[in-house]
Nanobody, 112 residues
Framework: QVQLAESGGGLVQAGGSLRLSCAAS????????MGWYRQAPGKQRELVAT?????TINYADSVKGRFTISGNIDHIHLQMNSLKPEDTAVYYC????????WGQGTQVTVSS
């Protein structure tokens, strides 16, 4: 079992920045990758950024050049710059360790 604790998020104006953090606990040695997903109202959950234990990073095209994922396999951050209203969503921390584990989600709201 892996437990995830998220922090960060909030309300920001377009063009602003926010930083999300996620700490994993439990069977950390079994984690292969961690990352962030988001879900906007009425839409499916989508990948934002992921990072494997080996350091391979993947970004959604919509956030490339604006968002940066960093950290270690048990503690990751998502620096979000140049935020747009379309970035508004609930952001979920994810850990993959044979199964998917999810945080409780944190709201990010970008006003225009």
């Amino acid at each position: 079992q892996v437990q995830l604790a998220e922090s960060g998020g909030g309300l920001v104006q377009a063009g602003g920045s926010l930083r999300l953090s996620c700490a994993a606990s439990g069977r950390i040695v079994s984690i292969y990758s961690m990352g962030w997903y988001r879900q906007a109202p009425g839409k499916q959950r989508e990948l934002v950024a992921t990072m494997t234990r080996g350091g391979t990073i993947n970004y959604a095209d919509s956030v490339k050049g604006r968002f940066t994922i960093s950290g270690n396999i048990d503690h990751i951050h998502l620096q979000m710059n140049s935020l747009k209203p379309e970035d508004t969503a609930v952001y979920y921390c994810n850990a993959f360790a044979k199964d998917d584990y999810w945080g409780q989600g944190t709201q990010v709201t970008v006003s225009s």
